[in-house]
């Protein structure tokens, strides 16, 4: 692959993760509707939005695909389940000044997909990869013994987020048809809850100012891009390349939470994060590391057969 199609990628990366990161932003604007309500508006606008983009750009074939297929159609609700609790634990936890637990538990996700992939995948880890999955949770259990608390609302958006992506490996489907058919499969309950919802509700499109339903419906861009940025970044550079990006999302939500929202950064907060952070280096450490032994024995292999 060509040096453009890498600055591209890299470009493309940085784009998704960071708009992951500023997210929480546009949550904020709608503090005044319910979380369930969002997530409503979100499934719709992003089914109305991904179904623009395939009409745009193709993609018929693969859901047709996907449809006769009844196992992965199977997997494909499974996973929109996930994701949808995902989104609505997400929205509840900025909107309700837990934006800090939010950013946590996207710390631990990549730390998390180890350890998945090592059980479901049978990946083996390596002993930097073992030490930042021990560090990592040390720190839960610090809090856990030291302050009778655990980052409940952490652990819940790693682990669907977690289980989600292992799915979706398993599925096997391009991020564009899957995203479009995991809000089809949602669409049904998002409607017939919108239409029992009262009249009055403040998420009901008939009743709203102008600028409240321009929002939700900005929730399907919101929702939709980043994801295609991702997908777009995932076929141009390596995942081991793409895997240092990560932490630009977490690293913005943190930053909004304590320098602009003035969420409390208490001792508990700063002890599991420092663990954290910590099994984070070591774990970049060793995806960097290993990454360049990879291109030392390709490059040794290279040329030994040239000789």
């Not at 409240?212 to 980043?226: D, H, K, R, V």
Request: contains cysteine; charged residues 10%.
């Amino acid at each position: 692959m060509n040096e453009q199609e890498n600055r591209k990628g890299i470009m493309l990366a940085i784009a998704a993760y960071s708009m992951w990161g500023f997210a929480p932003l546009y949550f904020k604007l709608l503090s005044d509707v319910s979380p369930t309500e969002i997530l409503l508006h979100r499934i719709i606008w992003s089914f109305v939005f991904m179904l623009l983009v395939l009409i745009v750009t193709g993609g018929a074939a693969n859901i047709r695909a996907v449809l006769k297929r009844p196992k992965q159609l199977a997997i494909l609700t499974v996973t929109s389940t996930l994701i949808a609790g995902n989104w609505l634990l997400f929205i509840w936890a900025v909107n309700n000044n837990h934006m800090l637990d939010a950013s946590l538990g996207y710390y631990i996700n990549p730390l998390l997909n180890v350890l998945l992939g090592m059980v479901f995948l049978s990946e083996r880890l390596r002993p930097l990869q073992w030490l930042a999955v021990a560090l990592a949770s040390l720190g839960v259990l610090v809090q856990l013994i030291s302050f009778g608390s655990l980052p409940i609302v952490s652990i819940a958006l790693a682990v669907s987020f977690g289980v989600y992506a292992l799915l979706r490996k398993k599925v096997n489907i391009d991020a564009k048809s899957g995203l479009f058919l995991e809000t089809a499969i949602l669409m049904p309950v998002a409607l017939a809850y919108l239409a029992w919802m009262p009249a009055n509700g403040s998420a009901s499109m008939l009743t709203n100012p102008w600028d409240l339903n321009l929002l939700l419906m900005a929730a399907g861009i919101i929702t939709s891009l980043p994801l295609l940025c991702f997908a777009g970044a995932a076929v141009r550079i390596p995942l081991s390349v793409l895997g240092f990006f990560q932490y630009i999302g977490p690293s913005i939500m943190f930053a909004l939470a304590v320098l602009y929202f003035g969420e409390a950064f208490s001792l508990e907060k700063s002890v599991t994060f420092g663990f954290i952070w910590c099994a984070l280096m070591v774990f970049t450490f060793d995806m960097a590391n290993n990454r360049r032994q990879r291109q030392h024995a390709h490059t040794a292999n290279t040329e030994h057969k040239t000789k």
